[in-house]
């Protein structure tokens, strides 16, 4: 199993740009989520999906947009990048919502916006 | 605000010591409290956690103490090692390990 996996590991966008960071997981997990990762303040929630279909805001989630269409995928989309987003992304996943199983972290995704 | 509050934010021990980095929180719904350990480059990984009913939980060299009255834990590494350099976290969730609230990160540096 290849755990989570994001892609790209590094971006630079320019103020204004939109992208997608994508992430994917082969463990077929339910619960799926993205935080940042700012210096001095550990990671914070962004968005989290309990299920296909089914999407959810975390503690910081302006900005930011997500979908679920699949079990394995979970893109994260910068529709306008600001500089504030400059961050080292994660998303990570477990087995079920409401659970005490562990959840996984991918490798990250580092951003910087310019 | 920081509903779980970290410290201290950096640390520095000689092999062999035993680090101890303190955590404390607001929300007395929090039922879930895991360590993550982060080498840079890296993503999170799950170190140990605890739940509340217990007051101490250790697996290998990492032991968790948890107070529920004063609202904090820690984690203790004993014997420690310049390979246990990394950044670690504290985190609490409620009512399952998926919406984590994590503490701000102590750099810990463990000198040969």
């Known amino acids: 199993n290849a755990g989570v996996t994001q892609t790209p590991k590094f971006q630079v966008l320019k103020t204004g740009q939109s992208m997608t960071l994508q992430c994917a997981q ?13 210096p001095g303040m550990g990671l914070r929630l962004i968005h989290y999906s309990v299920g ?42 477990s087995s079920r919502p409401g659970s005490y199983n562990e959840q996984f972290f991918g490798p990250g995704t580092r951003l910087t916006v310019l | 605000q920081q509903q779980v509050k970290q410290s201290p934010q950096s640390l520095i021990v000689q092999k062999g010591g035993i680090p101890i980095i303190n955590c404390a929180y607001e929300n007395t719904a929090f039922d879930y409290f895991p360590w993550y350990q982060q080498f840079p480059g890296k993503g999170p990984a799950l170190l140990i956690a605890i739940r509340p009913d217990v007051s101490e939980k250790k697996e290998g060299r990492f032991t968790i103490s948890f107070n529920k009255s004063a609202k904090q834990f820690s984690l203790h590494i004993m014997d420690s090692q310049p ?30």
């Open chain 1, 52 to 93: 296909a279909g089914i999407t959810d805001q975390g503690e910081v989630p302006n900005g930011y947009n997500v979908s679920r269409s699949t079990t394995e995928d979970f893109p994260l989309r910068l529709l306008s990048a600001a500089p504030s987003q400059t961050s080292v992304y994660f998303c990570a996943s």
């Open chain 2, 83 to 112: 390979g246990d350099s990394a950044t670690y976290f504290c985190a609490a969730s409620i009512m399952g390990a998926q919406k984590l609230v994590f503490g701000q990160g102590t750099r810990l540096t463990i000198n040969p």
């Open chain 1, 26 to 38: 082969d463990m077929n997990h339910e619960y799926m989520s993205w935080y940042r990762q700012d």
